[in-house]
């Protein structure tokens, strides 16, 4: 029997792409599992009936992470349901690409309050639950453009390394009791992406850039989470995992 059978893990994003196959993924491994979702219902609740379906409990709970009290009050439902967390994950994230030139007051204000102050504030509300568990761990989703740098969509990646830094910093903060540590993918083909994906100059990039020369499935992506959530990792904190088909050795 898998080591995160009965954990209790919220997943924000979990209703779509990265997050999705994480909470699947986790409840495949025997986890109880809190499927974040902001608007989209029908999904969330697809989700929850097919960790359901397999065995595992599931519960969908709403938020915009990007509202400090919406994101605090949809955590502390979550921690309430079983009274404690085992893991949190947090991929509720959006992408902006524009040049320097296009980033707007709302853009930027959008990128900061989604996935910086987003993720922070999920942690930070569910540290009390963490604290409960005796085997607590944290994992973020952050992104080779953390600490690679591309053309365009500098406040996309300047979150992102903000968010590594975050990691680091709330895994020295948190130690001994809770580890914290981040996931750091590639090319993934989910929606935040999907402009590109019958686009074949977007498609060359893609293979141009990443060495093993395709694009990685949601799929590819949540192993790595369920390793750093498992006892497997019980020696592993603040680091940074890169699922990338090797694009970071550019
Ligand atoms: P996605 O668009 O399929 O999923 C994003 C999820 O975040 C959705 O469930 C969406 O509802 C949620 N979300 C966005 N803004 C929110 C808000 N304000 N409140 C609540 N929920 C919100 O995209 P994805 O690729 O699965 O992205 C998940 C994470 O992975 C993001 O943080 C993204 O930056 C990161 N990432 C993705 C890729 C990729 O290529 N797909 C690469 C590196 C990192």
Not at 110 to 127: H, K, L, N, P, Y
Not at 134 to 142: G, P, Y
Not at 159 to 183: D, G
């Amino acid at each position: 029997m898998s080591d995160l059978a009965g954990h209790v893990v919220l997943v924000t994003g979990g209703s779509r792409g990265i997050g999705r196959a994480i909470a699947l993924e986790l409840g495949a491994a025997g986890a109880t599992v809190a499927v974040h979702y902001r608007s989209r219902a029908a999904d969330a609740a697809e989700v929850v009936r097919r960790i359901v379906e397999q065995g595992s409990e599931a519960r969908s709970f709403s938020a915009n992470v990007a509202n400090r009290a919406e994101a605090a009050a949809m955590v502390r439902a979550a921690g309430e349901w079983k009274g404690r967390l085992d893991g949190v994950v947090t991929s509720a994230g959006i992408y902006h690409g524009p040049a320097l030139e296009e980033v707007g007051a709302e853009d930027w204000e959008e990128m900061f309050r989604t996935d910086v102050e987003g993720t922070f504030r999920t942690v930070q509300a569910a540290r009390p639950f963490l604290d409960r568990s005796d085997r607590a761990a944290v994992v973020t989703v952050s992104s080779v453009l953390g600490s690679h740098a591309a053309v365009g969509g500098a406040p996309y990646q300047m979150a992102k390394a903000a968010i590594e830094q975050m990691t680091r910093a709330l895994a020295l903060e948190l130690a001994p009791r809770i580890r914290v540590n981040s996931v750091a993918p590639g090319f993934i083909r989910t929606d935040i992406n999907r402009t590109g994906h019958e686009d074949p100059a977007f498609h060359a990039l893609v293979a141009r850039s990443t060495p093993l020369k395709r694009w990685g499935d949601p799929e590819e992506v949540a192993p790595s989470v369920r390793f750093l959530l498992s006892r497997e990792a019980d020696w592993v904190t603040g680091t940074i995992l890169g699922i990338d088909g090797g694009i970071a050795l550019r």
